[in-house]
């Protein structure tokens, strides 16, 4: 076990480049399972992150051959022994979902466990399922597993209930091999969905319409290798500017895609910090105390991320008024706020677990705090840099399944976080 031990108080000075994307690389892993041929994929900018590293134990488990020099990893599947995924290693992670539409491309069955991951409330999978079912794809579930099967999935026509970004990306995967043309409607425009059309494109798939509600993907034979560069994590992009907004920062992030980051940029401004964009470049400089926002409300891309949720709360924590956060996607990603309430924090949530009230204070002080999932993790991470005192966050493990050194960042940065072992 290890812990953050945390000095708050320093203002957050410097420059930090971003990493690849989380939500990116994982649909691409599952996605190079595709590829038939005996051609290397070649993956750069590639996050060593605890879920990377357990989506790689799962890939090996099923014959993938790979090897990691740095950013980069290697990948060849000619040779791939099964299509039932190692329940321990699916039960560590949700993400291993996007493994039921590529191994049914690739084999015409799968086996895999009820997914794993963070406790953010519920996350059904039935629009996932629907989808492949609408591809011809005959489902059992039975003692926890689900089971697919079919002798050739045959391209349709599907409208998502939910523009899911799991559903859209595990649908297009399901329809690479499928006979005919797939097209999803009212899919999600998230921009790893983009990066997931591009790399499949790359190994010879015909998808277009990425990035827009409706997705055509026409099915092919075969798919070959490619080299592809996973886009930066916009996610962690967004944690760092958000850690400067709760300490007083200014600091420059490299390797950003703004566009990708509008949705926030635009809330930060509003609560009075200062953005200017450069290219692949953020430069973002705060006030020593931000205004609260009205309203922040999470949805869909190119809403408001959920994923930031937990961070956008942390920093406005010190605010001077009230804001409103409204979480529109996931129905209990409040679990932070016990923990901010421990700081000094005076945040009220509804009865409904929908919406936050955040009264800004002037100070937070440090505590022993536990992070409940990967985001709150980091949002307490947040709070702890902007208390005063000293701040233990326990339970890294959620952390670090989708931050790469976060502390050795920060730490760049000027603040004070030390990672010791309990």
């Not at 971003?18 to 290397?40: C, F, M, R």
């Not at 100070?363 to 990967?374: C, E, F, N, Q, Y």
Request: hydrophobic share 40%; aromatic share 4%; glycine share 10%.
């Amino acid at each position: 076990m290890e812990k953050y031990v945390i000095r708050g108080g320093n203002k957050l000075e410097g420059t930090v480049r971003i990493g690849g994307s989380k939500n990116s690389i994982l649909p691409i892993l599952a996605a190079v399972l595709l590829n038939k041929s005996s051609d290397e994929i070649i993956l750069t900018n590639v996050p060593r992150i605890r879920d990377v590293v357990k989506m790689v134990d799962i890939l090996r488990s099923l014959g993938a051959r790979i090897t990691w020099s740095g950013k980069d990893m290697a990948i060849q599947t000619d040779n791939l022994t099964g299509y039932a995924v190692d329940e321990k290693l699916m039960r560590e992670m949700r993400s291993t979902v996007f493994l039921m539409g590529a191994l049914l491309g690739r084999f015409g069955q799968v086996c895999i466990s009820h997914p794993g991951g963070c406790a953010i409330g519920q996350r059904p999978i039935e629009l996932h399922l629907k989808g492949l079912m609408a591809l011809g794809a005959q489902l059992k579930e039975q003692h926890g597993y689900i089971y697919a099967s079919c002798s050739r999935l045959t391209g349709a026509d599907i409208h998502l209930d939910y523009p899911s970004v799991g559903a859209t990306e595990n649908i297009i995967m399901a329809s690479v091999y499928a006979r005919g043309t797939t097209t999803i409607n009212n899919a999600a425009k998230e921009p790893e969905i983009v990066d997931l059309q591009n790399i499949l494109n790359k190994m010879g798939a015909k998808i277009r319409g990425a990035g827009t509600d409706q997705i055509r993907i026409k099915g092919v034979t075969q798919l070959h290798g490619a080299e592809f560069g996973v886009i930066p994590d916009r996610i962690v992009a967004g944690t760092m500017m958000m850690a400067a907004a709760a300490t007083g920062g200014d600091i420059v992030l490299e390797n950003v895609i703004p566009g990708h980051l509008e949705a926030v940029t635009s809330k930060l401004r509003e609560a009075s910090v200062q953005i200017r964009e450069e290219n692949d470049r953020l430069r973002i400089h705060a006030p020593p105390r931000l205004k609260a926002v009205e309203f922040v409300r999470t949805l869909p891309y190119p809403g408001f991320p959920t994923d930031l949720q937990a961070p956008m709360t942390a920093a406005l924590s010190r605010a001077k008024g009230t804001s409103m956060i409204v979480e529109n996607v996931f129905d209990s990603r409040f679990k932070h706020v016990g923990e901010l309430t421990r700081m000094g924090a005076q945040i009220v949530v509804t009865t409904d677990n929908r919406t936050a009230i955040v009264h800004g204070v002037e100070k937070l002080t440090g505590a022993v705090i536990k992070a409940p999932d990967l985001r709150a993790g980091a949002a307490l991470v947040i709070a702890g840099l902007a208390a005063e005192g000293e701040t233990i966050v326990e339970g890294l493990q959620h952390i670090d399944r989708g931050y790469e050194n976060l502390e050795g960042d920060l730490a760049r940065l000027g603040a004070d976080i030390r990672r010791v072992k309990v």
